[in-house]
Nanobody, 120 residues
Framework: QVQLVESGGGLVQPGGSLRLSCAAS????????MSWYRQAPGKERELVAT????????NYADSVKGRFTMSRDNAKNTVYLQMSSLKPEDTAVYYC?????????????WGQGTQVTVSS
């Protein structure tokens, strides 16, 4: 059974930092791509960053470039999102997504989300 467990969310002041973690388990093989999304109240879910195994590259949304860094520990099947210089508009539920093979087939698997609130 696939599990994506996010952690690290919380309340932080503007300009502060947080690090999110997402531990993946239950995949047949290491996921081919892992991503972070976020969804603010009343808005659609948006892609924040994505890392693909084949290319080894990470791409970021323009709104977070230079402030957020995604890293991946393949040995632990864990990805991280280091968020710095946080702004109130970064407030959202952050979701981890993995693309890979599992017992139920090949596809996207989502975590339950972790709340990030940026406020003074």
């Amino acid at each position: 059974q696939v599990q994506l467990v996010e952690s690290g969310g919380g309340l932080v002041q503007p300009g502060g930092s947080l690090r999110l973690s997402c531990a993946a388990s239950g995949f047949t093989f290491s996921p081919s791509a892992m991503s972070w999304y976020r969804q603010a109240p009343g808005k659609e879910r948006e892609l924040v960053a994505t890392s693909t195994s084949a290319s080894g590259r990470t791409n970021y949304a323009d709104s977070v470039k230079g402030r957020f860094t995604m890293s991946r520990d393949n040995a632990k099947n864990t990805v991280y999102l280091q968020m710095s210089s946080l702004k109130p508009e970064d407030t959202a539920v952050y979701y981890c997504k993995a693309l890979g093979w599992a017992a139920t087939g090949y596809g996207d698997y989502w975590g339950q989300g972790t709340q990030v609130t940026v406020s003074s």
